[in-house]
């Protein structure tokens, strides 16, 4: 410890606030909070510290303090100061997803279900969050037989349309026909209660109760309308066999696992609403981290505005900080939320069972890493490379004849795609038509000299979708980049080389320094990473690519339209996806949108 610090921990408050380390150069080492400034600070610089602790000890210079107000005002600022200085040494728990949830829009005359990533206060009601969007369009999709809630959008029955007569869903039962009169509010109303019901726990109740309606029609020879409550029936059925009550049907509730090893640290939350497991978020930290500054960054980091903040938070352990942080996430959640730690009842059960989905994410995780280092110790053997490459980016190019040229650039770390790092780069130079050199340059300038570089970590390997050519310009744009030292390969689809060889040959990958391209064997699972890559990159920049020239296709067959000028276009573009959306479109859909009427909307569709 230096002379430096040494003076400075002398002289340490007593009050609550924030400090943070730095190393000898004055960067910010570590952000961390503290009731008690003297107290804290002190306990990192006594007694035996293991890990990543000691770690940061030997290398904190001096520490600056910053006295708060209050506790709440100190966990405030270490929020801010974390996001801002970004310490090395902090948790950093990149979770910028967003959830997909159910939204009932019960503030209309004739509420609908659908779902949405962006909860609002603004009179709906929400039901999730779910971890799974292909799951939960499939739940909604029974919920649409069970209780026929129209489909159209806008608050009004019929969409955009006016005409007043039912559409294709009210003929095949999927809609009970608001817009054309076929049902009157109240009975409307009631189907919209029986969903928020059901999807509050209480499904079993609401089937049992339509059992004996439609015994009752059945017995008065009401066939058809029996018939359709079976079918609704049947339906709720279909979505309760999938779900698992764990609690009581009024819970709603997140609970939070947590298990840790040397090399990485897991953290899982169940989501569960009306007692039932509707979903898990489970988040992966390299390095060894402690249960209570894990939960701190979760709490801190994935609650946000955007996220439906249920009224109890379950932990495993007490947390110093619990207080300010129920007040915190009171102010974000608009409704009082408690943080827990549970010593009987079911809530000890959550907890476990939360730990256990923690404890076998760990063992997952952790084949997956060892499975990932011996791939990456067999490519950085075949292709002489310093060090096993755990950081891999692959680029690509994609245009039509030169033209609306997209370059993409993928990410692959320690046995997973971050997709959060996938990068879309609209070529703007002035480029020869179909000249994909000029355009890798492009793509790898603004990657390693931009705006790019400041947010995206340097790889252990750039891999480029090409040949020997690709490989030589990449080595020539390198050499003046940042990055003059970074390993590189290209790997080439085996299309030549079946010509030269016949049908047995493979993927050729080519490194710098070398003339002849590297064979990998076939079922080698280095190559067949490093195939994926390639395709995953190709898939991006295709994707990319195939979006802008719908958009310029649009554009330019409107732009030949009297009467259809930028604002018409914008809204054209903005509401309609393809020319084929809007020659399937109506009329009076189009004349609905702003700025047009049914004289432009009619010249639009002859025009199509």
């Given at each position: 410890m230096g002379d430096k610090l040494t003076s400075q921990l002398k002289y340490l408050p007593t009050n609550p606030g924030v400090y943070v380390y730095r190393d000898a150069g004055g960067q910010p080492l570590y952000v961390g909070k503290a009731k008690n400034l003297r107290r804290r600070v002190r306990?990192?610089?006594?007694?035996?510290?293991?890990?990543?602790?000691?770690?940061?000890?030997?290398?904190?210079?001096?520490?600056?303090?910053?006295?708060?107000?209050?506790?709440?005002?100190?966990?405030?600022?270490?929020?801010?100061?974390i996001k801002t200085c970004r310490p090395r040494f902090n948790i950093e728990l990149k979770d910028d997803k967003s959830y997909p949830y159910f939204r009932i829009t019960v503030q209309e005359d004739y509420p609908r279900l659908e779902i949405t990533r962006r909860p609002h206060r603004e009179g709906s009601l929400y039901f999730g969050p779910f971890t799974d969007v292909g799951s939960a369009r499939e739940t909604m999709n029974y919920l649409h037989r069970a209780f026929p809630l129209r489909r159209c959008k806008g608050p009004e029955p019929g969409g955009r349309s006016r005409s007043g007569r039912p559409c294709l869903d009210f003929q095949m039962s999927r809609c009970t026909g608001p817009c054309g009169k076929e049902i009157g509010s109240e009975d409307y109303r009631k189907i919209v209660d029986g969903l928020v019901d059901f999807l509050k726990g209480k499904g079993k109740k609401i089937a049992r109760s339509m059992e004996s309606e439609m015994n009752r029609l059945s017995s008065q020879q009401r066939y058809e309308e029996a018939a359709r409550l079976?079918?609704?029936?049947?339906?709720?059925?279909?979505?309760l066999e999938g779900q698992h009550a764990v609690g009581d049907p009024g819970d709603n509730l997140d609970v939070l696992g947590y298990g840790a090893s040397n090399i990485i640290t897991v953290m899982v939350c169940l989501f569960i609403r009306s007692g039932l497991i509707v979903g898990r978020r489970e988040m992966v930290l390299s390095g060894q981290f402690g249960a209570e500054e894990s939960f701190e960054a979760f709490i801190s980091t994935h609650y946000r505005k955007d996220v439906h903040i249920p009224p109890r938070v379950l932990f495993a352990i007490g947390l110093e900080f619990a207080m300010e942080h129920q007040e915190v996430l009171s102010q974000i959640a608009g409704h009082k939320v408690r943080i827990q730690k549970p010593f009987r009842g079911k809530g000890v059960g959550l907890i476990q069972l939360a730990n256990e989905n923690a404890r076998q994410a760990l063992?997952?995780?952790?084949?997956?890493?060892s499975e990932a280092a011996d791939i990456t110790s067999e490519i950085a053997h075949s292709l002489g490379l310093p060090v096993p490459p755990r950081r891999i980016e692959c680029v690509d190019v994609s245009h039509t004849s030169g033209q609306l040229a997209y370059g993409s650039l993928v990410v692959w770390e320690n046995g997973d795609l971050v997709k959060r790092d996938y990068r879309l780069f609209s070529i703007k130079g002035s480029l020869t038509p179909g000249d994909d050199y000029a355009a890798l340059e492009e793509v790898l300038t603004r990657r390693f000299s931009g705006s790019a570089s400041e947010q995206l970590k340097v790889p252990d390997l750039l891999l480029v979708d090409g040949g020997k050519g690709q490989l030589s310009r990449v080595e020539r744009i390198v050499r003046d980049l940042p990055v003059r030292d970074l390993p590189l390969a290209a790997i080439s689809k085996a299309k030549a080389a079946r010509k030269r060889e016949g049908s047995r040959a493979v993927d050729e990958i080519y490194i710098p320094g070398r003339s002849n391209p590297k064979r990998l064997a076939q079922h080698s699972k280095a190559l067949h990473l490093l195939q994926m890559l390639r395709d995953e990159a190709h898939r991006f920049a295709v994707t990319g690519h195939r979006k802008k020239r719908t958009r310029v296709d649009l554009l330019s067959i409107l732009d030949g339209i009297?009467?259809?000028?930028?604002?018409?276009?914008?809204?054209?573009?903005?509401h309609f996806r393809s020319i084929e959306e809007i020659k399937a479109a109506p009329i009076d859909d189009l004349a609905s949108l702003k700025g047009l009427n049914r004289k432009i909307a009619a010249r639009i569709k002859e025009a199509l």
């Open positions: 306990q990192y610089f006594t007694g035996r510290q293991i890990g990543r602790t000691a770690l940061l000890v030997t290398h904190i210079d001096s520490v600056e303090i910053i006295v708060a107000g209050s506790e709440r005002e100190a966990l405030l600022m270490e929020s801010n100061l079976r079918d609704r029936i049947q339906a709720i059925y279909s979505v063992k997952s995780n952790e084949a997956k890493r009297d009467g259809v000028g930028p604002k018409r276009r914008r809204a054209l573009m903005t």
